[in-house]
Nanobody, 126 residues
Framework: QVQLVESGGGLVQPGGSLRLSCAAS????????MGWFRQAPGKDREFVAA????????YIADSVKGRFTISRDNAKNTVYLQMNSLKPEDTAVYYC???????????????????WGQGTQVTVSS
């Protein structure tokens, strides 16, 4: 049974940084993309970043490019989202997802993902 567990959320002031972690277990993830999405109150779930577990190819949403980076630690089966220069509009619940690599699968869309974590709250406020 695949499990994804996010951690690292919290309250941070504008301009601050947080690092989110997503610990993956119960499967072999070399054939997966791991992604981060976020959902603010009253808004749709939004793609943030994704990384191909094997090879490390990354995709970053334009809204966070230059501020957020995604990485993974193969030994720990963990994916990270480093968030710098945080803004109030980054406030959301952040979700980690795992998507099996399929030809033509849109990894920037939630429907491509097979598994989700429970989410972690990030609040950016002074």
């Amino acid at each position: 049974q695949v499990q994804l567990v996010e951690s690292g959320g919290g309250l941070v002031q504008p301009g601050g940084s947080l690092r989110l972690s997503c610990a993956a277990s119960g499967g072999t993830f070399s054939n997966y993309y791991m992604g981060w999405f976020r959902q603010a109150p009253g808004k749709d779930r939004e793609f943030v970043a994704a990384i191909r577990w094997s090879g490390g190819l990354t995709y970053i949403a334009d809204s966070v490019k230059g501020r957020f980076t995604i990485s993974r630690d193969n030994a720990k089966n963990t994916v990270y989202l480093q968030m710098n220069s945080l803004k109030p509009e980054d406030t959301a619940v952040y979700y980690c997802g795992a998507a099996l690599i399929r030809a033509g699968s849109p990894i920037t869309q939630g429907r491509a993902y097979d598994y989700w974590g429970q989410g972690t709250q990030v609040t950016v406020s002074s």
